[in-house]
Each structure stands twice: as C-alpha cells, then as structure tokens.
C-alpha cells in the first residue's frame, strides 16, 4: 500500500512537499516513482528514485524545480515542488516498481491513490 499526503492549494511560485509513506511489501527493494495526471490525459512521469545509492531521474518540465528524496527508515519518499506553476495542478501519484531509472507506468506495480495539487495564478 502507498499512501500520499501534502498536496493542497498554493499560489504560483509557492512550494508544496508530497510524502508517499508505503506499507505491505520490502520497501527497501523497490524504486520508487512520482507521477501525475490531468483530467482526460494519460499519467505521466515526473520524477523516480532508485532503491539503492538514492540515484534520482527527473522528467525535464520538473528539473531544477522538483526534488524527489527516500527515507528508508521510514519507508517514505518526498518530492519537494518549488517554483509551482499553475500547469502543475494535476493529481500526484507515487508508486513502487523494480526498474530504476524507469518513468513509465507500465514498470510500476504499486499505486498510491493519489493527492490533488492546485496552484493559482
């Protein structure tokens, strides 16, 4: 189980801190992703981390704006937003798969519900 919190509201060019806490399986063995959705698009990717050495891959609308971080000890994963634009209010999801590195759905086995973000103009 991946559950989010921290979205909200906030105005452009605030910050917002998402946690996926996970639960139910070896955290530690697993990469993990973060990944949005607009309504009526198709989930994107915009940041993962490895499950080992902390190596970390953005998608580039989200470089130098988003930090994606993990706490193995408290099997959770953060990602920092900064520089929130208001094409950033979408739906934020986390999930757990076994391919670093990877930002495609289809490698993910785990899915949190997901958390909404707003950010106002």
């Known amino acids: 189980q991946l559950v989010e919190s921290g979205g909200g509201l906030v105005q452009a060019g605030g910050s917002l801190r998402l946690s996926c806490v996970a639960s139910?399986?070896?955290?530690?063995?697993?990469?993990i992703g973060w990944f949005r959705q607009a309504p009526g698009k198709e989930r994107e990717g915009v940041a993962c981390?490895?499950?080992?050495?902390?190596?970390?891959w953005y998608e580039d609308y989200v470089k130098g704006r988003f930090t994606i971080s993990r706490d193995n000890a408290w099997n959770t994963v953060y990602l920092q937003m900064n520089s929130l634009k208001t094409e950033d209010t979408v739906v934020y999801y986390c999930?757990?798969?076994?391919?670093?590195?990877?930002?495609?759905?289809?490698?993910?086995?785990?899915w949190g519900h997901g958390v909404q973000v707003t950010v106002s103009s």
């Open positions: 999930a757990a798969g076994n391919y670093s590195g990877s930002l495609y759905t289809n490698d993910y086995t785990y």
């Open positions: 139910g399986f070896s955290f530690d063995d697993y990469a």
């Open positions: 981390i490895s499950n080992t050495y902390d190596r970390t």
